[in-house]
């Protein structure tokens, strides 16, 4: 089966699948009395008759909620009458509570704790959506994949006066409940310093979005995070080393942690770097075109000397002065 | 400092004048109103103004058994008084200055990690952040890089200590909630020693080696926020420069130990010096549109044009040789100016568009363009030559890269979301071309199709579950140990037990191959982590927290040996990480004390077996309702199967008061 054919099948399947959930979306939706129409300016609201009960009433039987939440940055959600929710900031997010003081069932307030993604992602997006931080955000995993904000972001805790805690190693905690397995990878010897909660995994990934794949920060508006703090690694380089700039970092590092004294992607630096250097490239050809090629008998990779490129390759970023990386 | 702390001042002092809110869309009356709510005091609390909690004390080790290099190389805690932590609230009375200010700082006294951090606020007026860290970079190891290895000698020919330097300060002011303008610098630095290798034709010898190089950013914006619209515009500059050298004074002979048409290679003296600077502008504009309540529009345009210039001069004496013509000489000389350039644009395009309350249909498009060009005159002058050889050149490197993503995320039940896409990628590079092609350039092409499915699966509360995956076809890429025909796929689950107990579970896999004639890639990896959280009692007495992570990774690639004949190389990895933490307290109310107990546990096999053990215990307490007393014991032991001598043990005990309020 050819690529071409192979590739086909697969937007076959795609288009198939979009088509088959659009249909889909045309049909009522499972609930009795939920609007089939896009969703409101407002918060959801789970009973239209409800109206807005105030602060003050929340307080009566919210008395720790309502406590953290005045050392909280939303507090200026209740003080601030610009933003039109002045004494009533718990509706803000919640929807119109009267039915809820009424009943005091919890079926009768909006939850964003309990409610889909989506909806939740609405309900802040409703006033945060035109910030800069959302540009990119459906592009990551975080957005498509129903992580919501209140998945990591509190509305109602005090701590530090902040919706997410700064500290490092409470944001390593926070994203390691989901990235368990990328936790593991820093109990290994060489790593970043996370562990010793001397960095953050937000110091490399923005969990908004980006331009990056995986989430990577940018910095100088479009280039990698890592030269944040690995400057002298930047370039421009007189002679790159191409998978520098073409697959980033990652192509040959491990940054959350490896095996390896320098965080390679390999145990050993010979096969990684072996992986593209040990073979002809075909140059041209239809399919086996790669890049890199380069014939193995340069080097005698049974002498111990061979076997650290970088003993003489030191300059294996790029280089400003020898095309072969040796100064 | 004292300059940032000149520029910053002043924003200081025009932030107190700003505090009235702009009159646009609101009626005088809510003006009156917010103008009498700008500096609204804080719902009264009977906290104190200053709360946090401060860790100091005393650090020792036992005498390292086994590698101490190896040891600096990956823990490197030093002993003596130190500051463990710092973490203080400050919320101010009067709010007249400012709202809030959080300090946080860790690892003072030597440590090898030592941060700081400031974030200051006033409701709108301004948000003050204010970062440092200074980390060391030290490297001894004598696995890597070392030629001598075979022959049992343990000293790297690549390794360094160093520290690193990084500081960013932002200022954002905030005049009114929809404009708020800010600027920002930062710096990085890097001061230190280290050894590597002066590479001359046909040997190589080890060097000192000192390095120096700093980077600075200086950059600011404005944000605007309406109701619909959104638009941030920064600029900014970077200035950056490496002052690199290495010498040496006495003879070396080298990695090579053959002699060449009967004579030793040797060095005697040498010195090579790099100045490189660097500067260059970046724009950066993000907007968002919210025309409707169904549709987001967003997108970002970034450039970048960082330019370099090099001067570099080298000096050597010794016993030299000229493999082409097998000529000797004694001394040797080279002088290179360099200059390179790399404008860097980027911009990408979001929709996510909502038909329904049910259906999300997403859509992002990427395209980035990255040209360096770059030129360099070379003089080399040998004592086997009277006149100097002089070349110059030039060398270029142009990517580009296009992405477009299609994606439905359909809400199929409250408890059930599927989503589903696709998404191609297709580019190209050319990139200098190896010296045996004969050609000056060689040019890569990328083609990618890739089909995107996922599901989130919510049911009542208590049980979780994240499904990704991607199939992905290649028709063309750059690398043979790239993406190619690839399936990729994570599953998350997390299962609220009891109130009490959690318990969580992820899987993810990437099988990747290229079976094209001449590359055979064959890539596996996958990944398995089990853990649980149980707090009985709402943590009051007891915590347990634990988790384990089994993961492998296989590849296998065809390759040239030197003799022509084509053998496979393959690499495995088995690892298997297990973190545990059982944290009790004793009875007797607030004064009793507390006792942890856990640590990590990682053990590799393959090709290249590895245990890293790093088990501790933590005694608390408390003295008083504002001081507690600390004592802590930590181990860390490495081994290494096939590299013995790079294994340590060691164990460090920390006595310390905490002090909270």
Not at chain 2, 401 to 414: G, W
Request: proline fraction near 6%; include cysteine; charged fraction near 20%.
């Amino acid at each position: 089966m050819s690529p071409v054919f192979k590739a086909s099948l697969r937007y076959a399947w795609a288009l198939a699948l979009l088509t088959a959930l659009t249909v889909f979306a045309q049909t009522p939706p499972p609930e009795k009395g939920a609007a089939a129409t896009p969703p409101p300016e407002a918060a959801p609201d789970p009973n239209a008759k409800a109206t807005y009960a105030g602060s003050d009433i929340c307080q009566g039987c919210h008395e720790d909620i309502f406590k953290g939440f005045q050392r909280n940055r939303h507090h200026a959600v209740e003080i601030d009458k610009k933003r039109g929710w002045s004494e009533k900031a718990c509706e803000a997010c919640h929807g119109p509570a009267s039915k809820h003081v009424e009943s005091m069932s919890a079926a009768d307030i909006f939850n964003p704790a309990k409610a889909p993604a989506g909806k939740v992602d609405q309900t802040c997006l409703k006033c945060h959506a035109n910030q800069a931080t959302h540009v990119g955000r459906i592009q990551g995993g975080h957005g498509r994949n129903g992580v919501s904000c209140v998945g990591c972001h509190s509305m109602h805790k005090g701590e530090s006066a902040s919706i997410v805690n700064a500290k490092p190693a409470k944001i390593n905690e926070l994203c390691t409940q989901c990235h368990a397995s990328t936790w593991a990878q820093f109990q290994k010897p060489f790593k970043h310093r996370l562990p010793e909660n001397a960095m953050s995994c937000v110091d490399c990934h923005n969990p908004h979005g980006g331009i990056r794949p995986k989430l990577i920060q940018s910095v100088n508006a479009n280039e990698p995070g890592c030269i944040k703090c690995h400057g002298d690694k930047r370039g421009p380089f007189t002679f790159e080393h191409a998978p520098v700039k073409l697959e980033g970092c990652s192509a040959c590092h491990e940054p959350h942690g490896s095996a390896n004294p320098r965080m390679l992607v390999r145990h050993e630096e010979r096969f990684l770097c072996l992986e593209c250097h040990a073979n002809f490239g075909a140059v041209n050809a239809a399919k086996t075109s790669t890049l890199g090629g380069i014939p193995p008998a340069f080097h005698d990779l049974r002498s111990a000397r061979f076997r650290n490129c970088s003993v003489c390759h030191i300059k294996v970023h790029g280089s400003n002065v020898d095309r072969t990386l040796t100064r | 400092m004292k300059l940032l702390i000149a520029v910053l001042l002043p924003f200081l002092a025009v932030a107190q004048t700003a505090t009235q809110p702009a009159p646009a869309e609101q009626t005088k009356t809510e003006e009156k109103a917010a103008g009498k709510d700008a500096a609204p005091p804080v719902a009264a609390t009977t906290e104190p103004a200053l709360t946090g909690s401060v860790d100091f004390g005393f650090r020792v080790h036992t005498d390292i058994s086994g590698n101490a290099g190896v040891y600096r190389t990956t823990v490197n805690l030093g002993e003596g008084a130190k500051l463990f932590g710092l973490d203080l609230h400050y919320l101010s009375p009067t709010r007249k200055y400012v709202d809030r200010v959080n300090i946080f700082a860790t690892g003072w006294g030597g440590d090898p990690y030592s941060t700081a951090r400031l974030d200051a606020t006033k409701e709108r007026t301004y948000d003050l952040h204010i970062d440092y860290k200074n980390i060391a970079y030290f490297n001894f190891l004598p696995s890597f890089a070392n030629p001598f290895l075979a022959t049992g000698g343990l000293m790297t020919e690549r390794g360094y200590d160093i520290r690193r330097r990084m500081f960013d300060a932002e200022l954002r002011l905030r005049p009114t909630t929809r404009f708020s303008p800010y600027i920002a610098f930062s710096s990085d630095g890097g001061d230190g020693s280290g050894i590597t290798t002066f590479v001359t034709n046909s040997n190589e010898y080890p060097v000192s080696n000192n390095l120096h190089d700093g980077s600075r950013r200086v950059r600011g914006g404005v944000n605007v926020e309406l109701s619909k619209f959104h638009l941030t515009v920064e600029e900014g500059g970077t200035w950056f420069k490496d002052d690199d050298g290495t010498s040496i004074n006495h003879q070396e002979l080298g990695n090579r130990t053959t002699p060449i048409a009967g004579q030793a290679l040797f060095l005697n003296g040498e010195t090579q010096f790099y100045r490189v600077r660097g500067n260059g502008a970046f724009t950066k504009a993000l907007a968002t549109f919210t025309p409707f309540p169904w549709l987001d529009l967003s997108g970002q345009f970034l450039y970048s044009n960082p330019s370099v210039t090099t001067n570099y001069n080298n000096t050597a004496f010794g016993n030299f040789v000229d493999p082409a013509t097998l000529q000797f000489f004694a001394s040797q000389s080279n002088i290179a100016f360099s200059s390179a350039n790399q404008p860097h644009s980027s911009g990408a395009f979001y929709a996510e568009l909502r038909p329904s309350s049910r259906i999300r249909i997403l859509e992002s498009v990427t395209v980035d363009r990255l040209p360096v060009t770059s030129a360099q005159v070379l003089t080399q002058l040998t004592s086997a030559f009277t006149t100097p050889l002089l070349s110059s050149g030039t060398d270029s490197l142009r990517i580009t890269y296009n992405r477009n993503q299609t994606e439905a995320i359909v809400e199929i039940a409250p408890w059930l979301s599927l989503r589903g896409g696709f998404r191609n990628v297709w580019g190209d590079a050319r990139v200098r071309a190896p010296q045996v092609n004969g050609t000056d350039t060689e040019l890569g092409t990328l083609n990618q199709n890739v089909l995107l499915a996922g599901a989130m699966i919510r049911v009542a509360q208590k049980l979780r579950v994240t499904l990704d995956t991607e199939i992905g076809s290649t028709y063309k890429n750059y690398f043979r140990t790239s993406l190619h025909d690839y399936e990729k796929g994570t599953a998350r689950v997390r299962y609220q037990a009891l109130t009490s107990l959690s318990l969580t579970a992820s899987l993810s896999a990437l099988y990747n191959e290229n079976p094209t004639p001449g590359v055979n890639y064959d890539f596996r990896s996958r990944a398995a982590s089990l853990g649980f959280s149980w707090n009985p009692n709402n943590a009051k007495r007891y915590t347990i927290l634990g988790d384990y992570t089994l993961s492998s990774l296989k590849t296998s690639l065809p390759y040239f040996l030197p003799t022509g004949e084509s053998d496979v190389s393959r690499y495995r990895d088995n690892a298997n990480t297990a973190t545990l933490l059982f944290d009790c307290a004793a009875r007797g109310g607030k004064y009793a004390p507390r006792f942890s107990l856990g640590g990590s546990i990682f053990k590799s096999s393959g090709s290249r077996p590895s245990t890293y053990a790093q088990p501790m215990a933590r005694l608390s307490m408390p003295l008083h309702e504002h001081a507690s007393l600390f004592s802590e014991w930590r181990y860390y032991g490495l081994g290494e199967r096939y590299y013995q001598y790079e294994g340590f043990r060691t164990h460090v005990f920390m006595v310390g008061l905490r002090l909270a309020r």
